[in-house]
């Protein structure tokens, strides 16, 4: 492999001009998408890196996007999906010629409403937000004049775009699921307050209640962490239900160790489900009925999204859902 290959090179591999190579590798018009998926992947095999200074110094971008990630997601308690999406957003980022720098948003920034320096120092083209956010730190990124898109949560700021899995369908199929095995007393575990992701999935859950003529039992709806995001002691309630649909892998987890610590054997005893299809849910005893989270298509989105942003500010993509799938393992029985 060369360490300088050029574009000629690259053009004289697929008997095409350098002018084509140049339109291809820098997204400009009059190249077609076929023609230019083979000359990017070329490049790539070859070798062949951009002179990104150069780049930036004649375009007037840095080809950097900023991911923010609160730091409640992204401690060792909660670090694992948040860390597998990020891998998934840089990698992406990279294949289109930009870098992911991380900014971790520290609890105290977040509260004093505190935007990162990478802004203020005009280090980024756009940012993604991984992770809910308060409601008056999105206020605050509103002011940011750069192209951002909400990943993994939306609010009530509909301007913003944002990326989600369809969490309402997925559990709403998931307590389906529970239903169809037999089961009538089923209970939800998750802050309803904390995010927007633990509040569609309980949307999910609860309209399959209606729909199964089930009531909605208050000591049913079990919280699992405190305002800040930190995971809590589960309270399990006084009777028992035969069921628990969790919010994610982590909280079904820790659910499993709670009811085996008291006596209880799952699924046995009762049966619990998770969500993510993180790797809590293979490492739990017995392994986990869960939602596979789309990630690659999640940050496929978010990352195109903003890029789009970037060339045409004024383009907008609303909010989008990407399918998750049940993945069926050990932790339900049948009644």
């Given at each position: 492999?060369?360490?300088?290959?050029?574009?000629?090179?690259?053009?004289?591999?697929?008997g095409?001009?350098?002018?084509?190579?140049?339109?291809?590798?820098?997204?400009?018009?009059?190249?077609?998408?076929?023609?230019?998926l083979?000359?990017?992947?070329?490049?790539e095999?070859?070798?062949?890196?951009?002179?990104?200074?150069?780049?930036?110094?004649?375009?007037?971008?840095s080809?950097?996007?900023?991911?923010?990630?609160?730091e409640?997601?992204?401690?060792?308690?909660?670090?694992?999906?948040?860390?597998?999406?990020?891998?998934?957003?840089?990698?992406?980022?990279?294949?289109?010629?930009?870098?992911?720098?991380?900014?971790?948003?520290?609890?105290?920034?977040?509260?004093?409403?505190?935007?990162?320096?990478?802004?203020?120092?005009?280090?980024?083209?756009?940012?993604?937000?991984?992770?809910?956010?308060?409601?008056?730190?999105?206020?605050?990124?509103?002011?940011?004049?750069?192209?951002?898109?909400?990943?993994d949560?939306?609010?009530?700021?509909?301007?913003?775009?944002?990326?989600?899995?369809?969490n309402?369908?997925?559990?709403?199929?998931?307590?389906?699921?529970?239903?169809?095995?037999?089961?009538?007393?089923?209970?939800?575990?998750?802050?309803?307050?904390?995010?927007?992701?633990?509040?569609?999935?309980?949307?999910?859950?609860y309209?399959?209640?209606?729909?199964?003529?089930c009531?909605?039992?208050?000591?049913?709806?079990?919280?699992?962490?405190?305002?800040?995001?930190s995971?809590?002691?589960?309270?399990?309630?006084?009777?028992l239900?035969?069921?628990?649909?969790c919010?994610?892998?982590?909280?079904?987890?820790n659910?499993?160790?709670?009811?085996?610590?008291?006596?209880?054997k799952?699924?046995?005893?009762?049966?619990?489900v998770?969500?993510?299809?993180?790797?809590?849910?293979?490492?739990?005893?017995?392994?986990?009925t869960?939602?596979?989270?789309?990630?690659e298509?999640?940050?496929?989105n978010?990352?195109?999204?903003?890029?789009?942003?970037?060339k045409?500010?004024?383009?907008?993509?609303?909010?989008?859902?990407?399918?998750?799938?049940?993945?069926?393992?050990?932790?339900?029985?049948?009644?």
């Amino acid at each position: 492999m060369k360490n300088n290959v050029t574009m000629r090179d690259i053009a004289d591999k697929l008997g095409v001009s350098s002018v084509t190579v140049s339109k291809a590798l820098n997204d400009k018009e009059g190249v077609g998408e076929e023609l230019k998926l083979r000359i990017k992947a070329l490049a790539e095999e070859m070798g062949y890196r951009y002179n990104a200074m150069a780049k930036s110094m004649k375009e007037g971008l840095s080809y950097n996007i900023g991911v923010i990630i609160p730091e409640r997601f992204a401690g060792t308690e909660q670090s694992s999906f948040y860390l597998n999406v990020y891998k998934s957003i840089t990698r992406i980022l990279e294949n289109q010629g930009y870098y992911g720098i991380l900014h971790i948003l520290s609890l105290s920034d977040e509260k004093q409403l505190n935007l990162p320096r990478i802004y203020n120092e005009n280090k980024v083209d756009g940012f993604i937000i991984l992770g809910q956010v308060r409601k008056s730190y999105i206020e605050k990124i509103q002011q940011m004049e750069l192209p951002k898109v909400f990943l993994d949560f939306y609010d009530e700021h509909a301007e913003i775009d944002s990326v989600i899995t369809d969490n309402f369908y997925a559990a709403y199929e998931l307590t389906n699921y529970l239903f169809r095995n037999g089961h009538k007393e089923i209970a939800y575990v998750g802050n309803l307050y904390s995010t927007s992701s633990i509040q569609d999935r309980f949307l999910g859950y609860y309209k399959s209640l209606l729909e199964h003529n089930c009531i909605l039992k208050q000591e049913y709806v079990i919280n699992d962490r405190d305002e800040n995001g930190s995971y809590i002691d589960i309270e399990l309630p006084e009777t028992l239900p035969t069921a628990f649909v969790c919010n994610c892998d982590q909280v079904a987890h820790n659910l499993v160790q709670k009811l085996k610590e008291v006596g209880y054997k799952v699924p046995q005893d009762c049966s619990v489900v998770g969500f993510d299809n993180d790797i809590y849910a293979t490492i739990t005893d017995p392994s986990l009925t869960t939602v596979e989270v789309d990630i690659e298509q999640m940050a496929i989105n978010a990352v195109n999204f903003v890029l789009e942003k970037i060339k045409d500010q004024s383009k907008t993509f609303g909010r989008v859902l990407v399918k998750g799938k049940i993945i069926y393992r050990n932790s339900v029985s049948e009644i």
